[in-house]
């Protein structure tokens, strides 16, 4: 599966952006998002199910972003609203059949990067004024 993500852009802090994952074949995957800021490392941000649609929100991320798909247009979408500066990052998009999740011994979810076996090549998000 080949992901090509876009959606980034330049927004105010408190704005909105919706970023986009177009695959063929990705109505049969798996779906997350991840996120990179500079210096530092990839982390996760929400996750997909295929099978029941089921969605996973990094703690970062919840109660702003919401993850969705579109099978019949082989595309899934992160919402992201409430925008602030530190959610500036290189957003990316990756697929996979198999994905581990995990609960850190802080409670929270973690979802394996290393189970998405496909990845898009990344938009730039920039929250500035």
């Known amino acids: 599966v080949q992901l090509q993500a876009s959606g980034g852009g330049l927004v105010q802090p408190g704005g909105s952006l919706r970023l986009s994952c177009a695959a063929s074949?990705?109505?049969?995957?798996?779906i997350g998002w991840f996120r990179q800021a500079p210096g530092l490392e990839r982390e996760w941000v929400s996750y997909?199910?295929?099978?029941?649609?089921?969605?996973l929100y990094a703690d970062s991320a919840k109660g702003r972003f919401n993850i969705s798909r579109d099978d019949a247009k082989n595309t899934a979408f992160l919402q992201m609203r409430d925008l602030k500066p530190e959610d500036t990052a290189i957003y990316y998009c990756?697929?996979?059949?198999?994905?581990?999740?995990?609960?850190?011994?802080?409670?929270?979810?973690?979802?394996?990067?290393?189970?998405?076996?496909?990845w898009g090549q990344g938009t730039l998000v920039t929250v500035s004024s």
């Open positions: 074949g990705l109505q049969y995957e798996n």
């Open positions: 997909m199910r295929r099978s029941d649609g089921g969605a």
């Open positions: 990756a697929a996979g059949l198999d994905i581990r999740v995990t609960l850190s011994s802080n409670g929270s979810l973690r979802v394996d990067p290393l189970s998405f076996s496909s």
